[in-house]
């Protein structure tokens, strides 16, 4: 099986680019037969600006444009989407959330149509999402951070297009070891695979 694991830091020495390899680093441990690609979004220089020819493609009045195209090809070619990235103030980093912006097109990732439900198109797509965060557990347990984090990115982005997300987790650096958060990203690495999809509802809407 296939893993893309994409990255949303501009420092390639973060804490997010040592979290994606050893995520990388289980997948390889994992079995024979398991393979990995990281996108590293800013090393890749990857536009997140959502532009005309993008709400051209959103309306279906024309195809995506090219560099859409071929990161939705990436997302084909794997079984399950490993999302690393820091959190800025108290969500994903622009990079990132320009990425899904573009990417998660209409017609590719649901089916929004007037006159019809909308249809989930990505239901088949494993997703792991490790967010990297600089304040303390007590800050994001008081405010609710977390929680409001996953009602955004968990359910309205993944469960929107019908993407199950099979692992929802916060490394916080109030610690100055970084070793058990290192364990954790590889332990999700070897167990990428090892959980089944949920049964597909009768209705897809």
């Not at 037969?33 to 590293?40: C, H, Q, S, Y």
């Not at 109030?174 to 209705?203: C, W």
Request: proline letters at 6%.
């Amino acid at each position: 099986m296939h893993a893309l694991i994409v990255v949303a830091n501009p420092n390639p020495g973060s804490l997010s680019h040592s979290l994606a390899a050893e995520v990388a680093e289980g997948v390889a441990q994992a079995g024979p037969g398991d393979t990995f690609e990281i996108a590293d979004l800013a090393a890749e220089s990857f536009d997140p600006r959502f532009n005309a020819d993008d709400i051209a493609a959103h309306l279906r009045e024309r195809p995506a444009p090219a560099d859409v195209l071929a990161e939705q090809a990436r997302i084909d070619r794997a079984d399950a989407l490993v999302l690393v990235y820091p959190v800025y103030w108290w969500s994903m980093p622009g990079l990132l959330k320009g990425w899904i912006d573009r990417v998660f097109s209409n017609g590719w990732a649901y089916d929004d149509l007037p006159g019809s439900p909308t249809i989930k198109k990505l239901t088949d797509l494993r997703v792991h999402l490790i967010a990297v965060g600089g304040a303390n557990l007590r800050t994001y347990a008081r405010h609710g951070y977390f929680g409001a984090m996953r009602t955004q990115i968990d359910h309205g982005i993944f469960g929107y297009c019908g993407a199950p997300v099979m692992s929802s987790e916060l490394l916080l650096t109030e610690t100055q070891d970084m070793t058990s958060n290192l364990h954790t990203a590889r332990a999700i690495g070897q167990n990428l695979f090892a959980f089944s999809l949920p049964e597909k509802a009768a209705d897809a809407a």
